[in-house]
């Protein structure tokens, strides 16, 4: 009698672990308390998998020998907690495909950087003619390409909801890109609970596997001890020298370890600002762990595009540049958009904000915005944090209004930016929605 495996979550996570798990035997069934899309109805049904979308039978669900939970599903949820009770393991999709393929796995996490840091070692990885896959948190699923494809070596990008749900999964290769406050409803909003959850990167590591962290990240060096397993460490800095490690002196990207020396001209590469610096320093240090010439790193960092809704530059109309942060849903993010800034800012910023601390904003706000335009139902704190900060905020209620806006307040030089700090969720479907309805804004200009 083949073992019982219940999917909670029927996206491209579920369906890809759905499909694996039918492939090696296992008896499947996929729940999804909301309305399953066309595309993965279709791939269940093609591989005779039984589904049920809009709720969660509990005699069926509860019948697992296993559960792979959809990150998105929170561990209080009633059939989570349900499950937990009567002792059925509660998984992740990364802990599940991972069983199956020897492939070499790159594991990258942080509260912001993780996406271009994935996007960019994989980039760096594909153009050196490796056998390389993407997925995690994007792309396409892992257990999908696990169960149809044969890579040598996974480049994922891990959440700390994945995270969670990983036991025996082990990285040879993992990148922490920072800890900064995030998601804390999820962790009793406890920021050591936080962290902890990201250090399960290093989970089950081993002295020849490898842990890229960011020295200069406050948070991450103070719960460097909550870190396990016994992998070689290699941080990255803009601020110290490491060897080994990486660092930058004199405008010039050094990266040494026992395998390579390596030095590359910083402005060389594609990506600005610091907190691109730093993404550019972790990917550089992963590919040359697998031994990617210089030459070939050196010249994907040249030629790396971004990812789309990340520091996206979209057009220059009359001499403005209009660039898509869409993705930047907090603080954090904004900041790091803001301070990439060369030119003066018509700052597009607003949306639902999830408790945020706008003064690590206020001196960057100070020196390089001049007009803010608000994006959303409940401007009230950003006036009140940045009304002495700049000429003029202005509310607007569609990215449509805003780009208008924006277009007459710029002038020739300026930059336009969408670095929202907010979710997205008062006037959008996400922020995905909210970054091609500006993208389109601005191309209609």
């Not at 601020?239 to 390596?262: D, F, R």
């Not at 001049?370 to 700049?390: E, P, S, T, W």
Request: proline share 2%; with cysteine.
């Amino acid at each position: 009698m083949s073992k019982k495996l219940v999917i909670l979550g029927a996206g491209e996570s579920g369906t890809g672990t759905a499909v694996l798990a039918k492939a090696k035997g296992w008896n499947v069934f996929v729940s999804d308390l909301g309305q399953i899309q066309e595309i993965y109805q279709q791939e269940l049904n093609d591989n005779n998998i039984q589904w049920e979308e809009g709720k969660h039978t509990e005699a069926l669900v509860l019948d697992a020998d296993e559960i792979v939970k959809s990150p998105g599903i929170p561990d209080k949820a009633p059939m989570v907690v349900a499950a937990r009770a009567k002792g059925i393991p509660i998984i992740s999709e990364i802990e599940f495909a991972g069983r199956y393929t020897q492939a070499k796995m790159i594991c990258i996490s942080g509260t912001n950087g993780k996406t271009t840091t994935t996007l960019l070692t994989f980039h760096i990885l594909k153009n050196a003619g490796l056998n390389v896959g993407l997925g995690g948190n994007i792309g396409k699923s892992f257990a999908r390409q696990v169960a149809l494809e044969n890579h040598d070596i996974y480049v994922l990008e891990v959440s700390s909801f994945q995270l969670d749900g990983n036991f025996n999964f082990r990285a040879h290769i993992s990148v922490l890109t920072n800890i900064t406050p995030d998601h804390l409803d999820r962790y009793d909003y406890e920021i050591s609970k936080y962290a902890g959850s990201k250090f399960r990167l290093t989970l089950n590591q081993q002295a020849e596997d490898y842990f890229i962290y960011c020295a200069d990240d406050s948070i991450t060096q103070e719960y460097m001890h909550l870190k396990t397993g016994n992998a070689a460490l290699l941080p990255f800095s803009v601020k110290n020298s490491y060897a080994p490690g990486a660092y930058v002196t004199n405008n010039t990207l050094h990266i040494q370890h026992n395998k390579q020396n390596i030095t590359i001209n910083m402005e060389e590469i594609s990506l600005r600002g610091i907190h691109n610096t730093y993404n550019s320093m972790a990917a550089a240090v992963v590919a040359s762990l697998l031994d990617v010439r210089k030459e070939s790193i050196r010249e994907s960092l040249c030629n790396f595009q971004n990812a789309e809704h990340r520091l996206e530059f979209i057009n220059r109309v009359n001499g403005v540049e209009y660039i898509n942060d869409s993705k930047a849903t907090n603080v954090n993010s904004a900041w790091y958009a803001l301070e990439s800034m060369e030119k003066p800012v018509v700052w597009i910023a607003g949306g639902v904000d999830k408790g945020n601390n706008y003064k690590e904003l206020k001196a960057l706000v100070k020196e390089k915005v001049r007009y803010i335009i608000c994006l959303g139902l409940d401007n009230i704190k950003i006036h009140q944090a940045f009304q002495d900060d700049v000429d003029m905020i202005i509310n607007t209620m569609s990215a449509k209004e805003a780009v208008h806006v924006a277009s007459r307040l710029a002038q020739k030089g300026d930059c336009v930016l969408l670095s929202p700090a907010c979710a997205s969720f008062d006037l959008f479907d996400n922020y995905e929605d909210r970054g091609r309805q500006f993208k389109e804004a601005v191309r209609n200009l």
